[in-house]
């Protein structure tokens, strides 16, 4: 069992930058991938970006690749998301969540645990 807890978001103007945490709590933290999802009002949520169980690997929605950066540390249970050059269209709901399997994927369904999720507000 893995449970999530989101911080960091609020409102921010277009260009701005906003970091994002989530801690998780448990022992087998390290052995899950974990994933940045986020659903705007009226629209489905969405892939972000992902990182390995181990962090050597990372993967982005191209919609961010280039001003977001997704990073963990073991040590702390904890994933952060540094969202960089914000734009209104980032206006969402972001949640982390957590994947016991290390097959990349941007499935909703793959992925075992979520948080609550955090408000980011981009204003332009």
């Known amino acids: 069992q893995v449970q999530l807890v989101e911080s960091g978001g609020g409102l921010v103007q277009a260009g701005g930058s906003l970091r994002l945490s989530c801690a998780a709590s448990g022992r087998t933290f390290s052995y899950y991938a974990m994933g940045w999802f986020r659903q705007a009002p009226g629209k489905e949520r969405e892939f972000v970006a992902r990182?390995?169980?181990?962090?050597?690997?990372?993967y982005y929605a191209d919609s961010v690749k280039g001003r977001f950066t997704i990073s963990r540390d073991n040590s702390k249970n904890t994933v952060a998301l540094q969202m960089n050059s914000l734009k209104p269209e980032d206006t969402a709901v972001y949640y982390c969540?957590?994947?016991?399997?290390?097959?990349?994927?941007?499935?909703?369904?793959?992925?075992?645990?979520w948080g609550q999720g955090t408000q980011v507000t981009v204003s332009s």
């Open positions: 990182i390995s169980a181990s962090g050597s690997s990372t």
């Open positions: 969540a957590a994947d016991r399997s290390s097959i990349v994927t941007v499935k909703i369904t793959n992925y075992d645990y």
